[in-house]
């Protein structure tokens, strides 16, 4: 498969569609089981406050996840990023509630590069709080 968006239609400032991400606990239960990330501090409310976090959080690599799914829509085909890289900033706390959390992701093209590459950064926010920085992914168009 190849990206579904063309190289020659997109430029630097061209905006990806924003999306918003819902998390609960029981979307990080489900992610441990995923990943046999089972760490306390992403569902046992108690340990988490114990070891200094405000509540249970989510996993880095499920927030990561969440956020390229705004790159890998847009782009039509996951196998389209060559690149992704992130630093996690905030974590994204999930409070033992219905409504949970969420995570909002906003993208653009920042760069056009060589072999028919664009750079898109990343916005990734949890409330009025940025949960990552240098969120960057290298995707390779058609």
Same mark, same amino acid.
């Given at each position: 498969?190849?990206?579904?968006? $063309?190289?020659?239609?997109?430029? @630097?400032?061209?905006?990806?569609?924003?999306? /918003?991400? !819902? &998390?609960?606990?029981?979307?990080?239960?489900?992610?441990?089981?995923?990943?046999?990330?089972?760490?306390?501090?992403?569902?046992?409310?108690?340990?988490?406050?114990?070891?200094?976090?405000?509540?249970?959080?989510?996993?880095?690599?499920?927030?990561?996840?969440?956020?390229?799914?705004?790159?890998?829509?847009? $782009?039509?085909?996951?196998?389209? @990023?060559?690149?992704?890289?992130?630093?996690? /900033?905030? !974590? &994204?706390?999930?409070?033992?509630?219905?409504?949970?959390?969420?995570?909002?992701?906003?993208?653009?093209?920042?760069?056009?590069?060589?072999?028919?590459?664009?750079?898109?950064?990343?916005?990734?926010?949890?409330?009025?709080?940025?949960?990552?920085?240098?969120?960057?992914?290298?995707?390779?168009?058609?």
């Amino acid at each position: 498969m190849t990206a579904k968006i $063309a190289y020659a239609d997109v430029e @630097v400032g061209t905006e990806l569609p924003a999306q /918003t991400f !819902p &998390v609960t606990r029981a979307t990080l239960v489900r992610y441990a089981g995923a990943s046999g990330d089972f760490n306390p501090i992403h569902w046992n409310e108690k340990f988490a406050v114990e070891v200094g976090l405000p509540d249970v959080i989510a996993h880095g690599m499920f927030t990561m996840a969440e956020a390229i799914r705004v790159v890998t829509d847009w $782009a039509g085909d996951p196998a389209a @990023v060559v690149e992704y890289g992130v630093r996690f /900033t905030k !974590p &994204v706390v999930v409070p033992n509630d219905d409504k949970g959390a969420t995570i909002e992701v906003s993208a653009k093209v920042a760069a056009l590069l060589d072999d028919q590459q664009v750079r898109v950064d990343l916005l990734a926010k949890s409330g009025d709080q940025k949960v990552l920085g240098m969120s960057r992914a290298v995707v390779r168009l058609a």
